[in-house]
Structures are given as structure tokens and as C-alpha cells.
């Protein structure tokens, strides 16, 4: 039972260019939350997408959008990079059914030069 | 005062020594998780708990839900396992903007040989 994939692993961006990053849920999770963890920080939260839909943001500009699909996997798209984006984003998967159970990721690691 | 308290923020052990990391929080839970990340590396889920205790290998995750505390302890510690330790508690109630997670800001644990 595959956990959860995140691609790429690594990826060099310039500033201003824009950046997609992927997420394949755990099987049987309907959930995606996405989270950013700058070098030497703890994991902050961007937003979170259940049935296609954002559920709950945090504070994060505009620049930073979501997407989830019919099969649950979900993309997050940075816009106008700036270098203060570089970190290692986080995907975490969980099931409506299961309350609390959450299954991570291993990172995006992203480098904006 | 953060949701989530992890200590000590910093530790250094010589190999084989006993290892105890301690989290407390201060909000309702479905859910504890201890992850595990190494430098420059992503997230990787040792536990989830939501009562007692569990075990794998050498290492060992307790939890209290009365006094909202957990510990994770490292028997016969080894250099592999420096790494930062962080405690990620699921909220019972909606999280809003700050997502359903809340992170500790993570243990940093060095283990000489």
C-alpha cells in the first residue's frame, strides 16, 4: 500500500517563474493539506483540499494555489516566485473516515535562485 | 504559549545512551504523530497515537491523554539516529487558518559515537 508521493523530490527555480508540485494521497485518504517548511522552521500550513475544494487556508498570498482532482491527488502552484518561497513543501494525506490519522510525505524540496 | 511544547529543543547524547523527548499541548486531539527528519531531508511518520503506548524497534511512544502529554524515548541511541524529532498533534475541532495540524518546532537530538 503505497503511502504518500510527492514529486519532484528537488527542483531550482529563478525568481518570478512559477513552480508546480505534486501530491498522490495514501489510498483510500480524500484529504490533501499542503505545508511549507523554511530551513531551521517548523511545517506552517497553506491550505487544505477535500472534494476538489479548498476547505481552510492559512496565510498564504495569492501566489499560492491549489488544485485537487476527481482521484484525489492534488497539485500546489507558486506564482512570481520570490527567493523567500525556497523551502521543503510538505504533503499530508488524511481519510474523513479516520479522524486524525494523517500519513506525510517526504518533500518537495524547492530552490529559488 | 504555543499549542504544542516540545523539549528539550536541543540534545546531545553519546551512543547507546537512553533518549526521552517530551511533547505537551494544550489543545483537544484525535490524534498525536512523532515524525522524524534528518538534515535536508523530509518528513519522515515513526507513530501515530491516540491512547497508550506503541513500540517499534528501538524505539518507543507513549502518550497521556489526561495530562495531554507524550514522550518518545530512543533505547541504546546511535549516531543514526541525529536527526529533529517533532511532535504534530490532530485537532479534534476545526482548525480554521492554521490547519487541523499544529507542529511542535521539532527536537533536535545528536548522538555521538
Redesign the interface.
Known amino acids: 500500500d503505497a503511502g504518500v508521493t510527492?514529486s519532484p523530490?528537488h527542483l531550482i527555480k529563478t525568481r518570478g517563474q512559477q513552480v508546480t508540485l505534486r501530491c498522490s494521497p495514501k489510498s483510500g485518504h480524500d484529504t490533501v493539506?499542503w505545508?511549507q517548511q523554511a530551513l531551521g522552521q517548523?511545517?506552517q500550513?497553506i491550505f487544505?483540499y477535500y472534494e476538489e475544494e479548498e476547505r481552510?487556508?492559512?496565510?498564504f498570498p495569492d501566489r499560492f494555489s491549489g488544485h485537487q482532482f476527481p482521484n484525489y491527488s492534488s497539485e500546489l502552484n507558486v506564482n512570481a516566485l520570490l527567493l523567500g518561497d525556497s523551502a521543503?513543501y510538505?504533503c499530508?494525506s488524511?481519510s474523513t473516515n479516520r479522524?486524525?490519522?494523517?500519513?506525510?510525505?517526504?518533500?518537495t524540496?524547492l530552490t529559488v535562485v | 504559549k504555543n499549542e504544542v511544547e516540545q523539549s528539550p529543543q536541543n540534545l546531545t547524547a553519546q551512543e547507546g545512551e537512553f533518549i526521552t523527548i517530551n511533547c505537551s499541548y494544550s489543545v483537544g486531539?484525535?490524534?498525536l504523530?512523532w515524525?522524524q527528519q534528518h538534515p535536508?531531508?523530509?518528513?519522515?511518520?515513526l507513530f501515530?497515537l491516540?491512547s497508550g503506548k506503541k513500540k517499534h524497534g528501538r524505539l518507543i511512544a507513549t502518550i497521556n491523554i489526561q495530562e495531554k502529554h507524550s514522550s518518545l524515548h530512543i533505547t541504546a541511541s546511535h549516531p543514526r539516529d541525529s536527526a529533529v524529532y517533532?511532535c504534530?498533534v490532530?485537532r479534534?475541532n476545526?482548525?480554521?487558518?492554521?490547519?487541523?495540524?499544529i507542529?511542535?518546532?521539532?527536537t533536535k537530538l545528536s548522538v555521538k559515537p
Open positions: 510527492q523530490t493539506s505545508y517548523g511545517p500550513f487544505q481552510q487556508r492559512g496565510n521543503l510538505l499530508a488524511s479522524v486524525g490519522g494523517y500519513t506525510f510525505g517526504s518533500g524540496r | 486531539i484525535s490524534a504523530h515524525l535536508g531531508g523530509g518528513i519522515v511518520s501515530m491516540s517533532i504534530a490532530a479534534m476545526y482548525g480554521g487558518s492554521q490547519g487541523n495540524l507542529f511542535g518546532k521539532g
